[in-house]
């Protein structure tokens, strides 16, 4: 066996026993009520905006697309000189799905990557940001490209019976790996050495009350922290008791797991790993929430019930503010597009919020936390805009470097 120093992970995947969940070898509790001890409220849109936020948002450009297609994807190279955007193609049986490489710089369009008749699902650059991989619904695989010439460079099968699914992907800082969320279960791809490990998740994710066929454990989602020390994995099929995993991103050991109930699509991990944010379904609300947790202590801190659909989370680079989009009638427009709003992690406060043109957008937050891109129909780029700070000069301007 190969000896790599991503390959803790693969020593894992053949036998090494995992650690405990947590620390203290408890697991955190779901929770219970509808108003809990210590968790505050998401504000909403009736909660008035300040005259000064702390943040603004800017629009700057717009690129525009080929067609009118829905966004699967978005995500900024780690120097934050490219956007690729991962459009769904037509309708019908979603022909002509692609990748598009944009120049932020010069806004012009670098490559379009070989068009594919499947949805794009997952999409992440590899780390120095010459790479990019995608995975798509259906097809088994990923796919590893030069993002400099939009030539394919490898391709990583993924197993499984036909029609398996991508789900999520994520490149560590070394660029030596990618972490591969997949109906197949979940994986570690070691660029270097051209092989894959599977991480066992059978004792991390139980069966659903009542579930009692045997059935292979996957992740919907994943994040890492923007050193690359951390990841977390969501899994939400019905079948499984939903939760959310946290990972030692060297060992690629679960270090905490923390049950939800029942998740949804969408979740972010904190870029300073600090918190963690996902929709999920609140019983006692009898609808769909946004909830945000301490990642330390799995201690829920902020909880609303925004948005009745969710299209996409992310938090700013510095993990001090959250975005969200989705569809919400009293924010949003007569024709019910989609609605970005601003939350502080801390308090609480709704500190912003726009109207979008499309009906489902995705966003990414470029790595120096200044840009904000935004993909429906087009891909709208904003500027983020910072106020200085309570203790700044009078005379200092804003916007601020964050």
């Known amino acids: 066996m190969k000896s790599i120093a991503l390959f803790s992970c693969l020593s894992l995947a053949l036998g090494t026993p995992p650690v405990s969940n947590l620390p203290s070898g408890r697991t955190l509790e779901p929770e219970r009520s509808l108003v809990e001890e210590g968790v505050k409220p998401m504000q909403h849109e009736k909660s008035p905006l300040s005259d000064d936020p702390p943040i603004r948002l800017e629009k700057l450009f717009t690129l525009q697309a080929k067609e009118s297609r829905g966004s699967s994807g978005i995500a900024f190279s780690p120097d934050g000189k490219i956007l690729a955007v991962a459009w769904l193609g037509g309708y019908v049986q979603y022909k002509n799905a692609?990748?598009?490489?944009?120049?932020?710089?010069?806004?012009?369009?670098?490559?379009?990557?070989?068009?594919?008749?499947?949805?794009?699902?997952?999409?992440?650059?590899?780390?120095?940001?010459?790479?990019?991989?995608?995975?798509?619904?259906?097809?088994n695989k990923v796919f590893l490209w030069d993002a400099r010439n939009g030539r394919l460079l490898e391709t990583l099968d993924i197993g499984g019976r036909a029609?398996?699914?991508?789900?999520?992907?994520?490149?560590?800082?070394?660029?030596?790996r990618v972490i591969v969320c997949a109906t197949t279960g979940l994986l570690v791809w070691d660029l270097?050495?051209?092989?894959?490990?599977?991480?066992?998740?059978?004792?991390?994710?139980?069966?659903?009350?009542?579930?009692?066929?045997?059935?292979?454990?996957?992740?919907?989602?994943?994040?890492?922290?923007?050193?690359?020390s951390r990841f977390a994995t969501s899994a939400r099929d019905v079948r499984f008791?939903?939760?959310?995993?946290?990972?030692?991103?060297?060992?690629?050991?679960v270090t905490g797991t923390i049950p939800i109930g029942h998740l949804g699509y969408h979740f972010a991990y904190a870029p300073d790993g600090g918190s963690l944010a996902a929709e999920y379904y609140d019983a006692n609300a009898k609808g769909l929430?946004?909830?945000?947790?301490?990642?330390?202590?799995?201690?829920?801190?902020?909880?609303?019930?925004?948005?009745?659909?969710?299209?996409?989370?992310?938090?700013?680079?510095?993990?001090?503010?959250?975005?969200?989009?989705?569809?919400?009638?009293?924010?949003?427009?007569?024709?019910?597009?989609?609605?970005?709003?601003?939350?502080?992690?801390?308090?609480?406060?709704?500190?912003?919020?726009?109207?979008?043109?499309?009906?489902?957008?995705?966003?990414?937050?470029?790595?120096?936390?200044?840009?904000?891109?935004?993909?429906?129909?087009n891909i709208?780029?904003?500027?983020?805009?910072?106020?200085?700070?309570?203790?700044?000069?009078?005379?200092?301007?804003?916007?601020?470097?964050?």
């Open 98 to 139: 692609d990748v598009a490489l944009w120049n932020v710089g010069t806004r012009k369009l670098l490559h379009v990557l070989p068009h594919i008749e499947e949805p794009i699902a997952a999409l992440a650059f590899v780390p120095p940001g010459d790479r990019l991989a995608t995975g798509c619904m259906n097809l």
């Open 241 to 253: 008791a939903a939760r959310i995993l946290l990972w030692d991103g060297k060992t690629c050991r």
């Open 163 to 176: 029609g398996h699914d991508v789900t999520g992907l994520a490149a560590f800082p070394d660029g030596k």
């Open 289 to 377: 929430s946004v909830g945000v947790w301490d990642a330390a202590t799995g201690k829920k801190r902020l909880s609303g019930a925004i948005f009745g659909e969710v299209s996409a989370l992310v938090y700013t680079r510095d993990g001090k503010h959250l975005l969200v989009a989705g569809k919400h009638m009293p924010m949003g427009t007569p024709t019910d597009n989609a609605v970005i709003g601003v939350w502080d992690v801390v308090s609480g406060r709704l500190v912003n919020r726009m109207n979008t043109s499309s009906l489902s957008v995705r966003l990414a937050v470029s790595p120096d936390n200044r840009l904000l891109a935004v993909a429906g129909r």
């Open 192 to 228: 270097q050495a051209k092989t894959h490990a599977t991480l066992p998740l059978h004792e991390h994710v139980p069966l659903a009350p009542g579930e009692k066929r045997a059935i292979a454990r996957y992740c919907a989602a994943v994040g890492s922290t923007a050193d690359g």
């Open 380 to 402: 709208d780029v904003y500027a983020i805009e910072y106020a200085a700070p309570s203790n700044a000069s009078p005379d200092a301007p804003f916007p601020r470097k964050p």
